[in-house]
């Protein structure tokens, strides 16, 4: 058995070498081992007794997961979602900073033009940044250059360039340096913008030979970049999870109880739950409860018994995990209700698990009812709770 803090990343080798021989691998999270060490004798802090804590712990307890080794697929995924999500982090940082150096010495000129979605201006910036080089070469000869590094609306951009060069005629000290600055940060977008194009190249060819992919992406809300997140996450056999109450408290769309002694019904937001899933589970709600007929009235009705905005999207997002879970499993697409319906999940059980060999006797079914028969639907117990205001 071997015991491990770390789940992915930086262990890659020895998961590979472990599996291959065999070895089961169990994962304890680091918040565990911390409070558990408290009750170990002494209290130095020191590898050796981290590694004996992690190792009795892995012995003792009844409830380590089993780590389950990643397809190729999934392993993919997690990469070029992980390096998008770090350009994205950085462009956002070199938008911020281009447009900070920009306010200081041509503030016209950095409020005509959106640098973080468009290739023209940042085309621009690579060549003429002050006021004075912009009017030198003048808007016909600017237009015509632009036109040549293959730049969309090229007369566009060279027209609001020019005008805002001409409302500002003072030379700020510094100037030159700033100037330079920003030509560096203009082709530092441009180097990112054409890395992000290809790792979503990437990430399309990835999804487009997955058989999960395909149906996922039926579901409103759920995009190339969204989907990949969710099965970089989740992996690309939901099966794992056994049931979709556990998937739903993996992604920490499921409260938590916090009852003592005669309080009850406290529910809080769990503090152990995947990041990344979470956030593709609300995005893809928050874009489908303004896309997705179903999903709106779902929404609507959370926000009419007193929810809030945030509340209303993670209960729709609790219940949407039913409907990925029974479209996964059975491999099927997103077949949305007719008539303006309500979004709604039937539960048949899910004390048992899930075998792939019985998708169609599966025990988690989610199909979609009209909003008038919600109250022949049977709930699970972690759906009771769904609507339960998250307080952290």
């Given at each position: ?119 023209g201006p940042l085309v ?185 905005h945030k509340q209303a ?80």
């Amino acid at each position: 058995m071997g015991g491990s803090r770390l789940n992915h990343g930086g262990t890659g080798l020895l998961q590979s070498l472990l599996g291959s021989h065999k070895q089961p691998l169990h994962y304890i999270p680091g918040r565990a081992i911390h409070h558990a060490s408290l009750t170990y004798a002494g209290e130095a802090k020191t590898d050796a007794r981290d590694a004996v804590v992690i190792a009795d712990q892995a012995r003792i307890r009844h409830d380590v997961n089993l780590m389950r080794e990643p397809d190729e697929v999934t392993v993919e995924l997690r990469l070029l979602s992980a390096r998008r999500e770090d350009l994205v982090h950085d462009r956002t940082r070199a938008v911020n900073r281009l447009r900070a150096l920009m306010a200081h010495y041509f503030p016209s000129l950095q409020a005509a033009f959106n640098y973080a979605t468009t290739r023209g201006p940042l085309v621009l910036l690579t060549k003429y940044q002050t006021p004075a080089a912009i009017r030198r070469i003048g808007e016909r000869r600017l237009a015509t250059w632009l036109k040549g590094q293959e730049c969309r609306k090229s007369a566009v951009i060279a027209a609001a360039a020019v005008q805002a060069a001409h409302e500002q005629t003072a030379v700020v000290v510094g100037e030159a340096a700033a100037a330079r600055l920003v030509s560096r940060f203009a082709r530092d977008l441009l180097r990112i913008r054409d890395e992000l194009a290809e790792l979503e190249a990437e990430i399309d060819t990835a999804l487009k030979g997955n058989s999960s992919a395909v149906p996922l992406m039926t579901v409103p809300g759920f995009g190339m970049r969204l989907a990949a997140d969710f099965l970089a996450a989740t992996g690309t056999d939901l099966m794992a999870f056994e049931t979709p109450d556990r998937l739903a408290s993996f992604a920490g769309l499921a409260p938590v109880p916090r009852d003592s002694g005669k309080i009850s019904g406290n529910r809080h937001r769990p503090r152990r739950y995947d990041r990344r899933l979470l956030n593709a589970c609300f995005q893809a709600a928050f874009i489908a409860s303004r896309t997705c007929p179903a999903s709106r009235t779902f929404y609507e009705r959370k926000r009419r018994e007193g929810k809030s905005h945030k509340q209303a999207l993670i209960a729709l997002a609790r219940r949407r995990i039913n409907v990925i879970w029974a479209i996964l499993r059975d491999q099927t697409m997103y077949n949305p209700p007719k008539d303006g319906t309500e979004l709604t999940a039937l539960t048949r059980s899910s004390a048992v698990p899930v075998s792939p060999l019985r998708r169609k006797d599966a025990l988690e079914e989610a199909v979609i009812l009209p909003a008038a028969r919600d109250s022949e639907v049977v709930r699970s117990q972690s759906e009771l709770g769904e609507t339960a205001a998250f307080q952290n």
